[in-house]
């Protein structure tokens, strides 16, 4: 067999072409299919072991036919299959989950060419000659959570080339011709809800809109990849790729020699992660601060910049919204000292706030983090304290009641030293928490340590009959107290009827 890896980087498994091909065929379907329906139905030139359909390099200029309706991953890759049309799969794949078709010299892609795979998962694409993304191409895999599109031609995106992408996590389209960043797949979050990781490196991109950028949530921010493209140098984006390497992220770390920029003045990129104090940029690390207040809150958000002599200041709200002028709109107001005051804290205006402060000699942005809590301040957070002071009293209460049933100080437990004989060690036994009536009645004068039993009939424990009574036996005289005869009803417990011996 010949061995082929998926691009995602994992080993796959592929069974090679030929006679050691068809035997292997042979030996893993024999036992689980019907004779002839999985191997009689393969198709010429590819390898077919249980679900999986194979024909990597196999010379096809177009996709096989008839495909078994049970395939759940078909392998195309290294062929020259050119065009995929609406009918390479007249009929309903509903089993296939992953698509390779990589290396190909694929140039066109219908858009109703996935409408008969409406479970694919996994669709690779890369390594082709695509040069745009139609409207709607990958509307019908609602399902698709990893999608590969790097090293192709792509100049061209359309706005609505993934919708419906409900599912999608992974995003590849590095080694492209993208010149515009496509910033609508991620500023409102509601076009690609699951993704990711995004890879736009090595592109043709010049810009980046840092301040939105800034606005993305955590999981997809820290991995989104730039390496590679020809970027202008400016202190926004050093400052974003500065704060991804103090936060040790590996879209920055691992690829910090690909991160460069084209300075003016300079015959040749730069590092974008050189620019700090470097003329005549001369940008400086952005500062981080955390804020955290309660819904309804008023803040102030301060912009405590090191500039001298600046001359302009604006505030970029988590949602990419400039607040440029004093008085602003909304809920946001810029002030005169240069701070952002907040009024009514809602849930959506949590997130990254950004000052930029322009100067004569240095550029600073300040960073604030504001947390806003999904309550207020004398809300359901007072019910809470409530509810946990209750808790720990309820607690208490229980520890006190197993103090006072299990540690009460015995009785005499530790008069060793008297001459007073000790009382009869049964009585305690013989007793029950749960019987009104006493097994034996007290002893009279001068009879200490004896113990007489009711004369006549009695109503022993748990309401049981006892007839005559347990026999007297003389007393014994000594230091020991008398030793009495055991009575089987008396000691019997208190839950069950039958009785114990001691």
Not at 60 to 72: K, N
Not at 260 to 266: E, T, V
Not at 344 to 350: C, G, S, Y
Not at 352 to 375: D, I, K, Q, R, S
Request: charged fraction near 20%; charge should be positive; aromatic fraction near 4%.
């Amino acid at each position: 067999p010949h061995p082929h890896r998926d691009p995602t980087g994992q080993g796959v498994p592929m069974a090679g072409t030929g006679a050691p091909g068809l035997l292997l065929c042979v030996a893993l379907v024999a036992a689980v299919a019907p004779r002839g329906t999985w191997c009689g139905s393969c198709p010429p030139r590819c390898v077919c072991a249980s679900n999986i359909l194979s024909c990597s390099q196999a010379v096809l200029s177009a996709v096989p036919a008839p495909l078994p309706r049970f395939t759940a991953v078909l392998d195309l890759s290294h062929n020259n299959v050119s065009r995929l049309r609406a009918d390479w799969a007249p009929g309903r794949l509903a089993h296939l989950h992953a698509l390779l078709l990589s290396h190909n010299g694929l140039s066109f892609v219908s858009t109703e060419a996935f409408t008969h795979v409406p479970h694919l998962r996994h669709l690779d694409l890369s390594s082709n000659r695509l040069r745009t993304l139609e409207e709607n191409l990958f509307s019908d895999l609602t399902e698709l959570e990893v999608l590969l599109l790097y090293n192709n031609e792509i100049s061209t995106v359309d706005r609505t080339a993934f919708e419906n992408l409900n599912r999608l996590r992974k995003l590849y389209l590095g080694q492209n011709r993208i010149s515009r960043f496509p910033l609508e797949l991620l500023r409102d979050g509601s076009r690609l809800p699951q993704l990711a990781l995004l890879d736009l490196s090595a592109n043709r991109l010049r810009h980046v809109p840092v301040g939105e950028l800034q606005a993305l949530p955590a999981w997809l921010r820290d991995r989104l990849y730039l390496h590679g493209n020809p970027l202008v140098c400016d202190c926004p984006l050093f400052q974003l790729m500065a704060r991804g390497r103090r936060r040790r992220l590996s879209a920055v770390v691992d690829f910090q020699e690909e991160l460069r920029c084209a300075l003016p003045s300079a015959p040749a990129p730069v590092g974008i992660l050189a620019l700090a104090g470097r003329a005549p940029l001369n940008c400086s690390e952005a500062r981080e601060a955390v804020l955290e207040a309660h819904l309804g809150d008023t803040v102030t958000l301060s912009c405590d910049t090191r500039v001298r002599g600046e001359r302009s200041r604006h505030w970029v709200t988590p949602g990419g919204e400039r607040v440029l002028q004093e008085g602003g709109n909304g809920s946001a107001a810029l002030l005169g000292n240069g701070s952002l005051q907040l009024r009514a804290l809602r849930p959506e205006d949590a997130g990254t706030y950004a000052c930029w402060v322009a100067g004569p000699l240095l550029n600073e942005t300040l960073y604030v983090e504001l947390l806003v809590h999904n309550f207020t301040l004398h809300g359901p957070h007072d019910t809470l304290n409530t509810a946990y002071t209750t808790l720990v009293g309820c607690i208490l209460s229980v520890v006190l009641v197993l103090i006072y049933l299990y540690l009460t100080p015995c009785r005499c437990c530790c008069c060793r030293g008297t001459d007073k004989a000790p009382p009869p060690r049964d009585d305690s036994i013989n007793s029950s928490v749960l019987s009104a009536t006493p097994n034996h009645a007290a002893g009279g004068a001068g009879e200490t340590g004896r113990s007489r039993s009711a004369s006549g009939a009695s109503v022993g424990q748990n309401g049981r009959f006892k007839a005559g009574g347990t026999p007297q036996v003389p007393p014994r005289h000594g230091p020991r107290a008398q030793r009495k005869v055991s009575d089987p009803d008396s000691v019997s417990s208190v839950f069950s009827d039958t009785p114990i011996v001691v």
